[in-house]
């Protein structure tokens, strides 16, 4: 996330007038202690009672020819479980929606607009080509707009983002990547990605989350299921709730400050979880598929 400051009148001339983050800002009464420090709350996620806001969760999927096999066949079973998981995430006043875009030797939507999570279903997926990664990162730019995926009438809380691949990008993805970190959405979402078996690079997956806290990675069926199910749904819960911040300075904290904390958060509760899973008796990819 970049560390240019953003005021919300900033915010919302980029995304338009009609355009809603969620952030629920409070400014702490507290003693005036280290006003270098900035403390946040300990439950920095406290739910606030709002007005019922939409929340789309974008997955991007490598679909190249290196995926095919027990790759793509697991990934197609994760996904149909995980459905029913994220169905039960958003709270009573959330609206949320599945956006799928693959990407091979071509970029593809799985549906033209995203669906709301009660009637979305898995479309199974094939693999074949290459890793066109940039032209998805350019896709998502295009359509990560209110005048296009983000079009919804009611309040929005900052997309979740979820990149999946096993592989190197074939095209320039520094390219796509520098376009989609001009999107204002990308840069307030919640990101997170997941490398899939050995040839997987990490690093250019923390260039597109912007932290390595937030990039995992599985080289078997079994640390696949478990990834993705972890991502989804952690980054869903924490999408999807409002934050109330506070200080101990007595100065207005920022939406940067907001989405910089969600973001955190996010890396943190993702390494606690993913040290907690265990590999059991599964064949890693690259040996026994």
Do not use: C
């Amino acid at each position: 996330m970049s560390n240019e400051r953003v005021t919300e009148p900033e915010v919302n001339k980029n995304l338009g007038s009609s355009d809603n983050f969620d952030t629920k800002e409070t400014v702490s009464t507290a003693p005036e202690s280290d006003n270098s420090i900035l403390d946040f709350d300990d439950d920095p996620l406290s739910a606030t009672s709002v007005s019922k806001k939409s929340l789309v969760i974008f997955f991007l999927i490598d679909t190249s020819g290196s995926m095919k096999g027990k790759k793509m066949g697991e990934l197609n079973t994760v996904m149909e479980e995980l459905i029913p998981e994220i169905r039960r995430v958003g709270e009573a006043d959330t609206e949320v929606k599945i956006a799928v875009l693959t990407f091979s030797t071509e970029v593809r939507w799985m549906y033209s607009n995203p669906i709301p999570i009660e009637d979305f279903e898995w479309a199974r997926l094939r693999a074949s080509g290459v890793t066109s990664m940039g032209a998805a990162f350019k896709e998502l730019n295009h359509r990560m707009s209110r005048n296009s995926f983000l079009n919804s009438p009611s309040l929005s809380f900052a997309p979740v983002i979820f990149l999946m691949t096993d592989g190197y990008p074939s095209d320039d993805y520094k390219e796509g990547l520098r376009e989609l970190q001009t999107n204002s959405w990308y840069k307030f979402g919640l990101k997170a990605a997941l490398g899939i078996g050995q040839e997987a690079n990490d690093n250019i997956l923390a260039e597109f989350t912007g932290s390595k806290d937030t990039v995992v990675h599985a080289y078997s069926g079994g640390q696949l299921a478990q990834m993705i199910k972890i991502i989804a749904v952690t980054s869903s819960q924490i999408g999807s709730k409002s934050m109330t911040l506070s200080d101990d300075t007595g100065h207005e904290i920022g939406e940067e400050d907001v989405f910089a904390a969600k973001q955190k958060l996010l890396g943190q509760q993702i390494q606690e979880l993913v040290t907690t899973q265990t590999d059991g008796d599964d064949v890693p990819f690259d040996t026994g598929w």
